[in-house]
């Protein structure tokens, strides 16, 4: 049971280029999230999946894409890469827990550090 | 607006002091509250939560935190501080987003050194 991993642990990137961050959780959670974390702000909520199929933005969407085909799997993608992503990406995972109303414990990946030159 | 306010960025304690890291929430409804450590270069974990019921619950590596509804607050204290829990520690509340869904709000953390 390897919990939340996430793929790669660390990029460099030059602006303009395109990557995709994979999460993978083994937890059979039905919600999925991508978080940024920056210095003195905290973790930031990207976006986020309720279900195999489903991602809905979060607190701070633009300039970044998700999919969730399958249920284990959330992919972040950054179509043309900008410095202002620079950043530390977290991937979190959780089990649905009635009307899911913030209730859930929230696993974290370890985290992947992108430098966009 | 939902939100967590943690108003120490930096605290540093001698190690087998005690240690309280403070959170202040804000919320309509009961809110659920955490508690996650960070240890350097790592992912974050959970510490305890809160949800209902007896307002001191207990959690890991021997914390324990008091939510007091009047004071809007859901403080962290340990008895004793080891050196091993220099951290950065953030609180988070369980909140609506998007108007359907549950997700966690997260306090911009506070960053816990420990003196020899």
């Known amino acids: 049971n390897a919990g939340v991993t996430q793929t790669p642990k660390f990029r460099v990137l030059k602006t303009g280029q395109s990557m995709t961050l994979l999460c993978a959780q083994d937890?059979?959670?039905?919600?999925m999230y991508w978080y940024r974390q920056d210095p003195g702000m905290g973790l930031r909520l990207i976006h986020y999946?309720?279900?195999?199929?489903?991602?809905a933005k979060g607190e701070v969407p633009d300039g970044y894409n998700v999919s969730r085909l399958k249920k284990q799997n959330f992919l972040l993608g950054l179509e043309s890469a900008a410095p202002s992503q620079t950043s530390v990406y977290f991937c979190?995972?959780?089990?649905?827990?009635?009307?899911?109303?913030?209730?859930?414990?929230?696993?974290f990946g370890p985290g992947t550090r992108l430098l966009v030159l | 607006a939902q939100s967590v306010t943690q108003p120490d960025i930096h605290i540093t304690v001698s190690e087998g002091a005690s240690l309280e890291l403070r959170c202040n929430y804000s919320?309509?409804?009961?809110?659920?509250l955490f508690w996650y450590v960070q240890s350097p270069g790592q992912g974050l974990q959970l510490l305890l939560k809160?949800?209902?019921?007896?307002?001191l619950v207990q959690g890991i590596k021997g914390f324990e935190a008091e939510f007091k509804r009047s004071q809007s607050s859901f403080n962290l204290r340990k008895p004793s501080v080891h050196w091993s829990d220099a951290a950065e520690y953030f609180c988070?509340?369980?909140?609506?987003?998007?108007?359907?869904?549950?997700?966690?709000?997260f306090g911009k953390g506070t960053k816990l050194s420990v003196k020899p």
């Open positions: 979190a995972s959780s089990y649905r827990k009635g009307a899911g109303v913030g209730q859930e414990t929230q696993y």
């Open positions: 937890m059979n959670h039905e919600y």
């Open positions: 999946s309720v279900g195999e199929g489903t991602t």
């Open positions: 919320y309509g409804a009961t809110p659920y």
């Open positions: 809160y949800f209902s019921g007896d307002t």
């Open positions: 988070a509340v369980g909140a609506y987003y998007g108007g359907s869904q549950g997700n966690l709000i």
